[in-house]
């Protein structure tokens, strides 16, 4: 099975920018979708961004404009593009396949202070 593994999250202001990257230990090539994901403490895990094998993009509301998902098949990674963030992204990001999920990874924290 598929093991995620994220990174690149950090402390930024608000603004700023962010790239992060999630990075499988199997191939990713016949994962039709890959997404992002994000939980703030207290709060329930929701659906960031996604992005098909074909390149087609979806984006939760709040982030359109702002992030940008994107995947390499051939290096097993997919990322997220983050940019003009914002305090209330502060959040552990995470990614998976969908709609079935494989096992979550650990997460990787993105601070955005004011």
């Known amino acids: 099975q598929v093991q995620l593994v994220e990174s690149g999250g950090g402390l930024v202001q608000a603004g700023g920018s962010l790239r992060l990257s999630c990075t499988a230990s199997?191939?990713?090539?016949?994962?039709?979708?890959m997404g992002w994901f994000r939980q703030a403490p207290g709060k329930q895990r929701e659906w960031v961004a996604s992005?098909?094998?074909?390149?087609?993009?979806n984006y939760v509301d709040s982030v359109k404009g702002r992030f940008t998902i994107s995947r390499d098949n051939a290096k097993n990674t997919v990322y997220l593009q983050m940019n003009s963030l914002k305090p209330e992204d502060t959040s552990v990001y995470y990614c998976?396949?969908?709609?079935?999920?494989?096992?979550w990874g650990q997460g990787t924290q993105v601070t955005v202070s004011s």
């Open positions: 199997g191939s990713i090539f016949s994962i039709a979708v």
């Open positions: 992005i098909s094998n074909g390149g087609s993009t």
């Open positions: 998976n396949r969908l709609p079935i999920f494989s096992r």
